[in-house]
């Protein structure tokens, strides 16, 4: 059995002092996810997970290691390990998405993300991320 290695992240703007998620749908499977690809060459799985944002989304932005949630799981014969970090981004970001594997994308707020997202150990990340971005966000 293989073992395949991705970064990603949960990334999020703040609007009204509320998390806003930003969401993926794959153009090749229609699954709805947070950006996250594979692990290249000699790159952490940090190094991954901000280049995955930028390719899939345009964003540059550096991911907040204080959070990470790692997700395994089998694919045909091989494991997947997914290590998700959080990242927060300003409200004018522009996204400009990678054609060839992102069909659309949107910023959501918590329940809706939830509902939106396709598996349920992307909804248990989030959960942990939106408990985390509460703990760090500034109270109103």
Do not use: C
């Amino acid at each position: 059995m293989a073992l395949e290695l991705d970064g990603g992240a949960v990334v999020y703007q703040l609007r009204n002092n509320q998390p806003y998620y930003l969401l993926l749908e794959s153009a090749t499977s229609g699954f709805w996810g947070f950006p996250k690809g594979h692990v290249e060459d000699k790159e952490s799985v940090i190094e991954a997970a901000q280049r995955e944002i930028r390719e899939e989304t345009g964003i540059i932005t550096k991911v907040n290691d204080n959070f990470f949630e790692v997700l395994s799981y089998q694919v045909g014969k091989n494991l997947k390990k997914v290590t998700l970090f959080s990242a927060e981004v300003p409200l004018d970001t522009t996204l400009r998405l990678q054609e060839a594997e992102i069909s659309s994308a949107g910023w959501f707020d918590y329940i809706t993300a939830r509902e939106k997202l396709s598996y349920l150990n992307l909804k248990q990340a989030l959960d942990k991320a939106d408990h985390f971005i509460a703990s760090i966000k500034p109270s109103v």
